[in-house]
């Protein structure tokens, strides 16, 4: 950071200045002073395109003053929000101004003449003011209650407040755990603390008698002012700090008594009041940044954001690419690299160095023990430094790698490329051992304060002024020199002969590397100096040539000696061809976030400028210019020479300056100029050799030549004027031009992921693989499968498409998309892996492919040894093994039932088992007929007796598929009926469970059959069904006893006979019997069951299930949506 005068303002009469405020938002400055004293003024800067920033004039537009106050303004402060300004007097006197129509006026008054104001703030949103009466800080929450006082860390009690000013984080702040509340006490120490509960502040004793304290717009800078004394004289100087308590710089400046010091709203200037002055001073923040390639890098803090945002703007595509960083250190960049230092956010204590190209891409990452406070850069080393030891880093880029850099081993590579060394170490560069991490953090008398390199030398300031000159890239210490000044910025020239120094007080000077001394040391401080220098920048191609500025003015040197001076206060970015090229970053900075592409500015030098002026003279002619450039030689100037002649078509002339510019490709070209016979085609030639294309496209139509116009835009790759020029009617494009330029055009927005703009030229190109791509990008897939069915049989591009609707689950289309190219082994892998079992069988199938067979039973192996029986269930469903998913419903309905528990789960399982069976006969029923051509009938007949899947001789399994189902069906219809009180049906319904004891424990079925039929008051029955109980063989003595027991006591009450007798009429041979008997005794006639209530069907009308084939009466399904055994559906119930 740097910080200048730059101009002060008198007061009249000369009153002297108490107080001073900067409004930060529309740059209005207050200004209270002695006998009432109350001025407003307004500074304008008057900027153009061509002057910004602080080197843009500024003249004073507004220059009020107040009347109202009587004695001494001691306060001014403004209210942002509401635009007004509030001021006190030493008799407490305080007055609210506000702006009406260009002009302050007095709105409101409070005169309290028993209290002195010492200070007053208003609230972030204007709406309330702080006034403070006492010596005494409290501390208030924002309901104004009171919390506590703030302890005094610098000394005692009795010490007084000179300052308080308290950062609120409005803007960011450049680090987490920043200090932002700083107090300041007559003793000059100040205290700055994280919040008003730190207790483990950073005290600076800054040896000041404080008279002014104030935070920077961003919380970044902290300036303290006061009256500094010693044995001589008072000086009033004003120091700069960091939030963490570093000093930055110092400020002397003239006067006797300083009051107060405001920053402006953007951190760029401070303002003074100092005796009856008003004095300005320009502050250059030394800003996160570097300039690599064509790329301007830049970081900047958020409110939102705790990271760092670093922007890459690139200055030739004018595209910015934004990277979010923790604790980001510092940013360092050359050539085509960049280089970004942050710390370690896992708490290491280690330290990131982040190499990256020119769009932000890292390149490769290092992790570091020391603090890396100072880097450099160079094409080939990076080099960090702490303030006791330095790191060097000999990087590769991807471009340079070759296959014995691949195949080396990470030590030797680690071994030859890193070096660590302490400031006090004396490497010789021959592989002695490196300072490790424990030496590297000793502490050193005489501390670094700067680096600097070049490709062939290492150069490390000391803050005693010591240089250290190392050679690269071994590493060895080859001189140690001394300067008349402390550096604080270092630069070395493109070849190494000179370091220019900028030391601590913005003063630059020159030290000759080369020149020998008297006393034998190599190395000379040169008298040159210049004042007020904060930046500086070598040529890249010539040794004598820099540029450096010095306050709002750019020098351009040429041995020494400068040219005419240049109103700038850009930051040089690069300094090569005769032209630099430099960087308003104070105006990027206002908006980060969109920087344009304006805020660049490409000075030249006096030689080049001259060089063109010579050309442009029409009196002057080429020899002279060419004399001129031969006193003053440059490539770019004979480049010019050059380009002028051959616009003139002064061929000879033109040779010879490419032969001084050592320019061979350029020789051939004015070669190739003279074999074309017309002049407009010689000028479009050289149009197009120095990149002026659109000129040499006019060349080529006044020619009548639109052929050589698309070819040269073809040769550029400007595939969108290739199409203008295409439709351009009597173009003579062929097709085939006009296809590859729509192409190109789709492969332009494809690169840019702007896929259905892409889409349309590929659709006029017929690029039929790149439209895939986009449709598959877009996730269009009724466009992808569009394009399948339009693109032929067997082309190569059906494989691709198959394999993007493989990718995002889509097995039908990609099965039609491998079929149609002829790959059915692809085609069925795509239903195996997406699950699809049951096409891949029929793929199978239809093309005699046996190994889906084993690959089904391995794959249902494995999920049953993993114990995923319904994984497996479905595996065989889908590739309608239906018996085998059967059996395995079967098994796990049987250990449901096992567990007896849940018996709605083990009906359900049942169900599906048996239903698995149907869809089996139904499946063998469908091939048999479409292989055999039989009818419905027969087919079915012939499927009954074939077992295409394997059931393994279990008939079981086809017969009685529906057994399982209809026991527990039959037992939860008997068990709802009790409890519903429908104890007949409930005992008919128990009464046929005793067909299942194979399926359900007797002991249930009994037992539920007892209960109905005592709740039937069929006693007969329930005598019977005890009989059942008593006789189990599994029960034991005492659960036999306990039935006993219970049907002596209800039979010694009611005897064993049935109430209630209800007979029916067989339909068949028409006798009586009780209407509960599922088969007639006298014919043995069997009687479906109803599934809805559990009655015999004795008539010979009912209704029967299309699915599971059951029964039930028709006036009792009618109530019924679905069938109650196998939930089918009862769309038509006839």
């Given amino acids: ?68 106050h009587g004695g001494s303004v001691e306060v001014v402060v403004w209210n942002m929000e509401h635009m007004k300004l509030t001021s006190s007097d030493q008799f407490g006197l305080i007055i609210v101004w506000t702006l009406y129509k260009g002009q302050w ?101 800054t040896g000041l008698i404080i008279t002014a304290v104030q935070w920077n717009h961003t919380g970044s800078v902290l300036a303290i002012g006061g009256l500094q004394r010693n044995q001589e004289k008072e000086t009033n100087v004003i120091l700069f700090y960091t939030p963490f308590g570093d000093h930055l710089r110092t400020l002397r400046i003239p006067g006797k008594n300083l009051a107060d010091l405001s920053w402006d709203g953007d951190g760029l200037r401070l303002s003074l009041a100092i005796d009856s002055y008003i004095y300005f001073a320009n502050i250059r923040p030394d800003y996160k940044w570097g300039y690599c390639g064509n790329t301007v890098v830049y970081a900047f803090n958020k409110p939102d954001r705790q990271d760092s945002s670093v922007v890459f703007w690139e200055t030739k595509n004018k595209e910015c690419i934004v990277k979010y960083i923790k604790n980001l250190m510092g940013i360092t960049a050359y050539g085509d690299h960049c280089l970004i230092t942050t710390k370690a956010p896992d708490g290491s204590g280690q330290y990131v160095l982040i190499l990256s190209n020119a769009i932000g891409t890292p390149l490769e990452t290092k992790y570091i023990d020391i603090k890396p406070e100072y880097a450099a850069i160079t094409e080939t080393h990076v080099v960090v430094a702490s303030k006791e030891a330095f790191y060097s880093w000999q990087f590769k880029t991807p471009k340079k790698l070759t296959s014995v850099d691949l195949s080396s081993t990470s030590n030797k590579r680690k071994d030859n490329r890193e070096r660590l060394y302490h400031i006090d170490d004396v490497p010789s560069g021959t592989g002695e051992r490196q300072s490790d991490s424990k030496r590297a953090r000793e502490k050193t008398k005489d501390p670094i304060c700067c680096v600097c390199a070049s490709n062939e030398l290492l150069v490390v300031g000391r803050e005693s002024g010591t240089i250290h000159r190392y050679s690269l890239p071994h590493l060895a210490l080859e001189m140690k020199n001394v300067l008349r000044c402390r550096p604080y910025r270092t630069s070395l020239n493109c070849n190494s002969t000179r370091l220019a120094i900028i030391d601590i007080s913005g003063v630059l000077s020159f030290f ?42 750019m020098y351009i040197f040429r041995n020494m000696d400068p040219e005419e001076p240049i109103i700038s206060s850009g930051y040089i970015c690069k300094f090569n061809d005769l032209e630099v090229r430099s960087v308003l970053l104070d105006e990027i900075f206002k908006d980060p976030d969109n920087p344009t592409i304006n805020l660049l500015m490409d000075i030249e030098t006096r030689s080049l400028r001259d060089t063109r002026e010579l050309l442009a003279q029409s009196e002057v002619g080429i020899g002279d210019s060419y004399q001129f450039i031969e006193e003053n030689p440059h490539p770019r100037l004979w480049r010019l020479l050059a380009e002028y002649s051959l616009s003139n078509l002064d061929l000879k002339i033109a040779e010879k300056a490419f032969v001084r510019y050592l320019d061979y490709q350029g020789i051939q070209f004015v070669k190739s100029l003279h074999k074309l016979d017309s002049e407009k085609k010689k000028l479009a030639e050289i149009s197009a050799y120095f990149k002026r294309f659109d000129e040499a496209e006019n060349f080529y139509f006044e020619m009548d030549r639109r052929d050589l116009a698309i070819d040269m835009r073809v040769k550029l790759g400007d595939w969108f004027r290739v199409s203008q020029l295409l439709k351009t009617e009597g173009s003579g494009g062929d097709d085939n031009l006009v296809r590859q330029s729509h192409n190109a055009i789709g492969d332009y927005y494809a690169d840019r992921h702007r896929w259905r703009d892409a889409i349309r030229q590929y659709v006029v190109g017929l690029n039929q693989s790149r439209l895939a791509e986009c449709y598959y990008m877009l996730e269009d897939f009724e466009g992808l499968d569009n394009l399948m069915n339009s693109v032929p049989e067997n082309h190569p591009l ?14 039908e289309p990609a099965v039609r998309s491998y079929m149609k190219c002829g790959k059915i082994k692809m085609a069925i892998d795509t239903c195996v892996n997406l699950n699809q079992w049951d096409q891949a069988v029929e793929l199978a199938r239809a093309n005699n492919m046996k190994e889906i067979d084993n690959l089904l039973a391995k794959y249902a192996s494995h999920l049953l040894e993993k114990n995923k029986v319904l994984n497996a269930i479905e595996l065989y469903r889908k590739a309608s093994r239906h018996v085998q998913a059967a059996k395995l419903l079967y098994q796990l309905a049987k250990e449901s039932a096992a567990v007896g528990n849940k018996p709605m789960r083990t009906k359900k399982l049942y169900v599906l088992a048996a239903l698995m069976v149907e869809q089996h006969v139904s499946y063998m029923k469908q091939r048999v007929q479409s292989s055999s051509g039989q009818d419905s009938t027969t087919a079915t007949l012939t499927s009954l007796f074939i077992d295409g899947d394997g059931v393994d001789g279990d008939s079981k399994t086809l017969d009685n598929a529906w057994r399982g189902a209809e026991a527990f069906h039959f037992y939860l219809m008997a068990q709802r009926q009790l ?35 005592i709740s039937n008051k069929c006693y007969g029955i329930a005598s019977k069904a005890f009989i059942k109980l008593e006789s189990m063989e599994s029960f034991t003595e005492s659960q036999r006893q306990s039935y006993e027991d219970l049907a002596l006591d209800i039979f010694n009450r009611h005897p064993p006979k049935d109430i209630r007798n209800n007979k029916a009429e067989c339909s068949h041979c028409e006798t009586l019997i009780p209407d509960y008997l599922p088969v007639c005794p006298n014919c043995e006639n069997n009687f479906p069951i109803c599934i809805v209530t559990g009655r015999p069907i004795m008539s010979y009308q009912f209704w029967m299930c299309s699915v599971c084939k059951h029964k039930a009466f028709e006036q009792e399904i009618l109530r019924l949506q679905n069938c109650p055994l196998c939930h089918t559906p009862l769309y038509n119930k006839s």
């Fill in 105 to 205: 006026y007095e709105e409101m008054i409070n005169n309290r003449n028993k209290s002195v104001v010492k200070d007053m703030k208003w609230n972030f949103d204007g709406g309330r003011i702080c006034i403070i009466y006492e010596d005494e800080i409290h501390i208030y929450d924002n309901n104004g209650n009171f919390t506590s006082k703030l302890i005094n860390y610098c000394s005692s009690d009795s010490s007084t407040i000179t300052g308080l000013d308290w950062y609120n984080g409005s803007e960011g702040y450049i680090e987490q755990e920043c200090h932002s509340l700083v107090v300041c006490y007559d003793n000059g120490k100040t205290q700055l603390m994280k919040s008003e509960t730190d207790e483990n502040p950073i005290i600076i004793d």
């Fill in 979 to 1013: 409890y519903n009180g429908a104890f007949e049906v409930a005992m008919k319904t128990a009464l046929y469970l005793r067909d299942f004891e194979d399926l359900i424990d007797p002991e249930k079925i009994y037992a539920l059959l007892v209960l109905a039929s």
């Fill in 1 to 68: 950071m740097f910080i200048y005068l730059s101009k002060k303002i008198a007061i009249p009469n000369n009153t002297n200045l108490r107080c001073l405020s900067w409004n930060h938002d529309q740059g209005y400055i207050a200004c209270g002073g002695e006998d009432g004293l109350l001025k407003v003024l307004k500074l304008d800067i008057q900027s153009d395109n061509k002057v910004k920033g602080l080197a843009a004039p500024s003249n004073l537009s507004m220059n009020q003053t107040l009347e109202g």
């Fill in 512 to 553: 000759d590397l080369d020149t020998a001394t008297t006393s034998g040391e190599k190395g000379e401080h040169l008298s040159f100096e210049r004042k007020d220098a904060w930046d500086m920048k070598w040529a890249e191609d010539r040794p004598d040539l820099f540029a450096m500025t010095e306050k709002t003015r």
């Fill in 798 to 811: 059906l494989a691709e498409i198959g394999n993007m609707f493989f990718t995002v689950g889509m097995c």
